[in-house]
């Protein structure tokens, strides 16, 4: 088995270096499709996917095939997802046609507090949460993998372990996308000398194409191989607590001991013919992917043109709304109530729908978050993260976003074990009203407590059409996630595009604050600009975002799926 990987890792990696490191950066289109019967693995990472293809081959299922991939990207994507990070998992089991959420997220150290970032004055330390070992929450990606493996997995663990373990002892050559994220964190990464020895040469930044072995990550996954508590209770864990003690962390053996996943009922709603099912809280993308295709309603879309003004307004004032709800309402549902009902109730959207002014933007000082005594009426009603896709011959699909947060996480390795640290105690509130990395603001919902769940965006999604699989998808990116999961939604289901197309075309995003429409530069045309300026919108062009992937079943049976040609990634079927 192993040796069989590496030969075609191999191969690939030889390809890779000399096609794809001459080439100039992808642009967005639709090459990157890939069609096979039997199934698939889309990631971020060509190795990755190869990882999770070569799991499938040897008579893997999805979940096999999604544990490998997941374990890959740890390896060979470090600065967007790891061991040392969290995230959530759809599964959908072809036996039972039902879509099971799980929960591996990083949760707050016990000895977290509300106010643990700020100073004396209640200002919030800058970068207090962002880099070192502070910023870290509980891991939860080890515990996630193996409980889902655990439960409907085929293949023994360690063979599903095995690419990853080969990846970090062997080396991979990295990609100017790796050079670029090391530099983009270079600041932190030298601070931390654990971090300096594995991502740098000597502080020196690896070059393009240039082999990186990680051998401390590679024991630690051999030792996760043969006992995956190892890193919650055994010489992992101590590796992991013994270093946040000397480095003014605050996390201990015993908030590792105490980790577990959760799984939770996914949220699901209808949009047109479909099922779509995403992730519940403590992921606010679910609940904000169905508000807005609630808001959006029968608008007849299609009609509008996907590029067309009263669309992207359409959209943007959608988005607006969500993202005001966001802030007030969203945050761990084990400990604050989640208006979920109400939120994602068919009424609330057309309530919100008859606010929006088609000729005209609201500026978002303007849109509030409905009251809780409104919101009640509806409530009985019936720049870092990664996605990866995984559909097997049954069609069992995992749909999994993960992350360590921000670029390279906190920039902090734990000494000796060659685990990234995350930095997801960003996404917590650090103060109401206080922007975090991605510019989103919450309040009492998503304040800090011991135990408790920062809030995500991750939207892995599975959407079926008469009780039968359809689309799986899902995005990196922070707040951008629910919007870019949103549109490659409906370019497939509104707009019938194949798979390479939705998720190359051109996107937007609004996230109600900052005030700003994000458009994809160079995506849309100066007229439609204008126009959207004259409605009021404050157009900000920027350089792509989202680096989704995604996979469908075409009505013949086949499986067509791509990964962004704005990043590295692919596809890759049989
Ligand atoms: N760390 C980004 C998110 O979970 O949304």
Not at 146 to 154: A, D, L, M, Q, S
Not at 331 to 360: E, M
Request: contains cysteine; glycine residues 10%.
């Amino acid at each position: 088995m192993l040796p069989k990987f590496f030969i075609k890792a191999r191969i690939y990696t030889f390809f890779l270096t000399v096609v794809l490191f001459g080439c100039q950066q992808p642009q967005p289109n639709s090459q990157q499709q890939q069609r096979s019967k039997q199934g698939m693995a889309v990631s971020a990472h060509p190795l990755a996917s190869v990882a999770g293809l070569s799991v499938l081959q040897q008579g893997g299922n999805a979940v096999d095939a999604a544990a490998a991939t997941a374990l890959a990207i740890s390896v060979v994507e470090p600065f967007s997802a790891g061991i040392g990070g969290g995230g959530f998992l759809l599964l959908r089991r072809a036996e039972t046609g039902t879509v099971k959420a799980l929960d591996f997220r990083e949760r707050a150290p016990k000895r977290a507090t509300r106010d643990m970032y700020l100073d004396k004055q209640g200002k919030v330390r800058p970068r207090a949460s962002l880099d070192g070992h502070l910023a870290a929450g509980i891991p939860g990606t080890v515990a996630g993998l193996y409980t889902v493996h655990r439960e409907y997995g085929k293949l023994p663990w360690a063979q599903v372990v095995a690419p990853a373990i080969a990846l970090a002892e062997n080396g991979f050559p990295v990609s100017s996308r790796f050079t670029k994220a090391v530099g983009g964190r270079l600041d932190a990464i030298k601070n931390n000398r654990a971090a300096r020895e594995v991502f740098t040469r000597g502080g020196v930044l690896y070059k393009p194409g240039e082999l990186l072995v990680q051998r401390d990550l590679a024991r630690t996954l051999r030792s996760i191989a043969k006992n995956p508590q190892s890193f919650y209770t055994g010489d992992i864990a101590r590796a992991i607590a013994s270093d946040m003690a000397k480095n003014g962390g605050i996390m201990t053996l015993e908030d590792l001991k105490n980790y577990t996943p959760i799984w939770r009922n996914p949220v699901c709603g209808k949009f047109l013919a479909y099922e779509i099912c995403a992730m519940s809280p403590p992921s606010s993308g679910g609940v904000h992917l169905l508000q807005i295709l609630n808001i959006l309603g029968d608008t007849d879309l299609k009609k509008w043109g996907r590029k067309s003004p009263d669309t992207l307004h359409l959209l943007a004032e959608s988005m607006r709304i969500a993202y005001a709800d966001r802030a007030e309402y969203l945050g761990d549902p084990d400990f604050v109530t989640v208006p979920v009902k109400a939120l994602t109730s068919k009424n609330y959207g057309k309530l919100r729908r008859s606010q929006i002014d088609i000729s005209k933007a609201k500026p978002s000082g303007l849109v509030k978050a409905v009251d809780a005594k409104t919101l009640s009426r509806f409530a009985y009603e019936s720049p870092e993260t990664t996605h990866l896709t995984v559909v097997d011959s049954e069609r069992n699909v995992v749909s999994l976003t993960f992350t360590v947060n921000g670029g390279f996480g906190a920039g902090a390795v734990a000494a000796g074990t060659g685990i990234l640290l995350n930095n997801e105690m960003d996404d917590f509130a650090a103060a109401p009203g206080v922007p975090n990395l991605f510019g989103l603001v919450g309040g009492e919902a998503n304040a800090i407590a011991p135990g408790k769940t920062p809030l995500s965006s991750m939207t892995p999604v599975i959407v079926t059409e008469n009780g039968k699989f359809r689309l799986a998808a899902g995005a990196p990116g922070g707040s951008t996630i629910i919007t870019t999961v949103l549109q490659i939604v409906l370019n497939v289901l509104v707009y019938d595009m194949n798979v390479g197309e939705a998720v190359s075309a051109p996107r937007i995003h609004h996230q109600w604050q900052p005030d700003r429409l994000m458009v994809e530069r160079g995506g849309f045309d100066a007229q439609t600009l204008s126009e959207l300026r004259r409605r009021g919108h404050k157009i900000m062009e920027r350089d792509s975002w989202g680096n989704a992937n995604a996979i469908v079943l075409t009505p013949d049976g086949w499986l067509e799926g791509a990964a962004d040609p704005r990043g590295e990634g692919e596809a890759r079927g049989f």
